[in-house]
């Protein structure tokens, strides 16, 4: 089955403690990005990758990091997450337009 | 900047009756309109898009419709059922290949 999955699904953790959610497709896509959704505001991208070694900063990527070493995977790092990172992450893999998106993982930072 | 955006935040309908979901953008380049629907708990998932040279595009029980004079795009849902209960996302495909997605309009079906 074509999919795109994320872990873990739900996570609380404190202030500080370094922190990976990993993403994982089997589409062989090469686009592949990374969303908060937050109340009021929508799906906002925080990174995304064109490629294998090619990532680009989203419209809030501060406080986060990514890598690519592999096509099918494309992990988000908080190296010191804050209470502000709080929020629902969303995991997308691309072919032209059409997205395919995890089924999000929770985040909450004490 | 460029923006795609949505009139109404909440839609109650009639469960058989038909919804109509809109949504405003402002980049007129964007190649792209595409609507997805996020059920409680889940992810976004495409229901259907449509190329900025055409005006209508149906699918199973979706219509899009497009209106670049006015800069509109609607979703229309015929006989809306329990199951179309959701949030509805429009988005755009801009010149840059970003995607940017609106708030969200999210659909109650009354019984």
Redesign the interface.
């Known amino acids: 089955e074509a999919q795109v999955t994320q872990n873990p699904r739900y996570l609380i953790t404190v202030t500080g403690k370094k922190l990976t959610v990993t993403c994982s497709q089997n589409m062989n896509h090469e686009y592949m990005s990374w969303y908060r959704q937050d109340p009021g505001l929508g799906l906002r991208q925080i990174y995304y990758s064109m490629n294998v070694e090619v990532t680009d900063k989203g419209d809030v990527p501060e406080g986060y990091k990514v890598s690519r070493k592999e096509k099918r995977n494309f992990p988000l790092i908080l190296e010191s997450p804050s209470p502000n990172q709080t929020s629902l992450y969303f995991c997308a893999s691309r072919q032209g337009h059409e997205q395919f998106f995890g089924p999000g993982t929770r985040l909450t930072v004490l | 900047g460029e923006s795609v955006g949505l009139h109404l935040p909440t839609l109650s309908v009639q469960e058989g009756d038909n919804s109509i979901i809109n949504c405003a953008y402002s980049n007129s380049a964007s190649?792209?309109f595409?609507w997805?629907k996020q059920e409680s708990?889940?992810?976004?998932?495409?229901i259907i898009?449509i190329r900025s040279n055409m005006d209508k595009r149906q699918g199973q029980r979706v219509t899009v419709l497009l209106n670049k004079t006015v800069k509109h795009l609607s979703l229309q849902i015929a006989a809306t059922q329990p199951g179309d209960s959701a949030v509805y996302?429009c988005a755009e495909?801009d010149r840059d290949d970003?995607?940017i997605?609106?708030?969200?309009t999210r659909l109650h079906i009354l019984p």
Do not use: A, C, E, R
């Open positions: 190649d792209y595409i997805y708990g889940k992810g976004p998932q495409f898009d996302f495909n970003k995607i997605f609106g708030k969200g």
